[in-house]
């Protein structure tokens, strides 16, 4: 039974995104895929999830819920619009530091339809009295409302329709065993490569109706992009604006001349991963160092230099998590040297 209340959906305007509002904040209407054949690679993933999907739709139950992990950007917000367009359903989106109170979740949970895709981003931040709630919720579709106050209040349990909770998280190790054990459909996907990074780029040039007729310029942002979609688009959209206005374009030095003034160097760095090389190599003198203390010192977020910073600089081999903290490694000292003396 799903109740739905004025009050009730004044605050789920606020904790919740429906998908046109995620498209309206992002500018990315025209971007992101929406259909499974649009998104580039993850091959096993696609067909896995096909196959769930279709057998969903056979048995006329929701999908199992579904949990993704990695880092931010590869495309975990875009694989639950495709779930969504796939089943045909709604998608409601939802973050982990939104839910702030019982009456938040629970006002979600009574909103949604039957076999809606429910998306909850940074679920590692979530609440361990919500956290609790949604074990209720995803295992047999109830919850327990408390009704008055004190020694005279009582718990409800009310049924709610049956739905699919999508959890996003860059951190799994942060979910405790019962609760992965409740996602029929848990995958992680790593970091795309150049190839598959320069079909996504060759894709949105050509969804932004930008005409390059050199085509090594895919490669090269491409391999500017760290691996990751969300930079490779962003990049895009920062030439198709240089290929708007420019001349002399799409030579290897125009290309080049982009990328110095952003501040990307020849590893694909930017000002901020050099800024915590800089301070593990100069203020700790290369000796480990926990988070807390190099987020003070950089002025950044500890939640940005784990989940945005720490991936790439650590796949690269720039730094290393030791018992005693995060440590610059030689390779790591070795590119700052070089990069100070340009
Ligand atoms: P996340 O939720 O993991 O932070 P998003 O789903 O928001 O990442 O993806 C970031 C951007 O990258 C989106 O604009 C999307 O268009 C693009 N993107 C991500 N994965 C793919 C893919 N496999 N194919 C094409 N574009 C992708």
């Given at each position: 039974?799903?109740?739905?209340?004025?009050?009730?959906e004044?605050k789920i305007e606020r904790v919740i995104a429906t998908w046109e509002k995620i498209e309206d904040t992002q500018n990315e209407v025209?971007?992101r895929?929406?259909?499974?054949?649009?998104?580039?690679?993850?091959?096993?993933?696609?067909?896995?999830?096909?196959?769930?999907?279709?057998?969903?739709?056979?048995?006329?139950?929701?999908?199992?819920?579904?949990?993704?992990?990695?880092?931010?950007?590869?495309?975990?917000t875009?694989?639950s619009l495709?779930?969504a367009?796939?089943?045909?359903?709604n998608l409601k989106h939802t973050s982990g530091p939104a839910i702030?109170?019982?009456?938040d979740?629970?006002?979600i949970?009574?909103s949604i339809?039957?076999?809606d895709i429910l998306f909850i981003d940074e679920?590692?931040?979530?609440?361990?009295?919500?956290?609790?709630?949604?074990?209720?919720?995803?295992?047999?579709?109830?919850?327990?409302?408390?009704?008055?106050?004190?020694?005279?209040?009582?718990?409800?349990?009310?049924?709610?329709?049956?739905?699919?909770?999508v959890?996003a998280?860059?951190?799994?190790?942060?979910?405790?065993?019962?609760?992965?054990?409740?996602?029929?459909?848990?995958?992680?996907?790593?970091?795309?490569?150049?190839?598959?990074?320069?079909?996504?780029?060759?894709?949105?040039?050509?969804?932004?109706?930008?005409?390059?007729?050199?085509?090594?310029?895919?490669?090269?942002?491409?391999?500017?992009?760290?691996?990751?979609?969300?930079?490779?688009?962003?990049?895009?959209?920062?030439?198709?604006?240089?290929?708007?206005?420019?001349?002399?374009?799409?030579?290897?030095?125009?290309?080049?001349?982009?990328?110095?003034?952003?501040?990307?160097?020849?590893?694909?760095?930017?000002?901020?991963?050099?800024?915590?090389?800089?301070?593990?190599?100069?203020?700790?003198?290369?000796?480990?160092?926990?988070?807390?203390?190099?987020?003070?010192?950089?002025?950044?977020?500890?939640?940005?230099?784990?989940?945005?910073?720490?991936?790439?600089?650590?796949?690269?081999?720039?730094?290393?998590?030791?018992?005693?903290?995060?440590?610059?490694?030689?390779?790591?000292?070795?590119?700052?040297?070089?990069?100070?003396?340009?």
């Amino acid at each position: 039974m799903a109740i739905k209340s004025s009050k009730n959906e004044d605050k789920i305007e606020r904790v919740i995104a429906t998908w046109e509002k995620i498209e309206d904040t992002q500018n990315e209407v025209k971007l992101r895929p929406k259909l499974i054949e649009e998104y580039v690679w993850q091959e096993a993933i696609k067909s896995h999830l096909s196959i769930a999907i279709k057998s969903a739709q056979i048995r006329k139950e929701p999908l199992e819920h579904v949990l993704l992990y990695w880092p931010p950007g590869l495309g975990k917000t875009t694989l639950s619009l495709i779930i969504a367009h796939e089943m045909n359903v709604n998608l409601k989106h939802t973050s982990g530091p939104a839910i702030e109170k019982q009456a938040d979740i629970v006002s979600i949970l009574t909103s949604i339809q039957e076999w809606d895709i429910l998306f909850i981003d940074e679920i590692h931040r979530l609440k361990p009295q919500i956290e609790e709630i949604l074990y209720w919720a995803m295992e047999d579709f109830s919850i327990d409302i408390m009704i008055g106050t004190g020694t005279g209040a009582t718990s409800i349990k009310m049924d709610i329709p049956k739905f699919t909770l999508v959890w996003a998280t860059t951190k799994l190790s942060m979910l405790s065993s019962p609760l992965r054990d409740r996602f029929g459909n848990i995958m992680k996907l790593d970091f795309y490569n150049d190839a598959e990074l320069a079909i996504i780029v060759k894709r949105s040039f050509g969804i932004l109706n930008c005409t390059i007729s050199n085509w090594d310029i895919y490669d090269i942002v491409a391999k500017k992009s760290r691996w990751t979609p969300r930079i490779a688009n962003r990049f895009v959209k920062i030439v198709r604006d240089y290929v708007t206005v420019g001349s002399d374009i799409e030579s290897r030095l125009w290309i080049d001349n982009i990328f110095v003034s952003l501040w990307v160097d020849d590893r694909w760095l930017d000002i901020l991963d050099r800024k915590i090389l800089g301070s593990l190599a100069d203020n700790f003198w290369g000796r480990p160092v926990w988070l807390n203390t190099l987020a003070s010192m950089v002025w950044e977020e500890e939640d940005t230099i784990e989940d945005v910073i720490e991936p790439y600089l650590l796949k690269i081999w720039f730094i290393e998590r030791t018992a005693r903290g995060r440590q610059i490694t030689e390779a790591g000292k070795s590119h700052l040297d070089k990069s100070r003396k340009l």
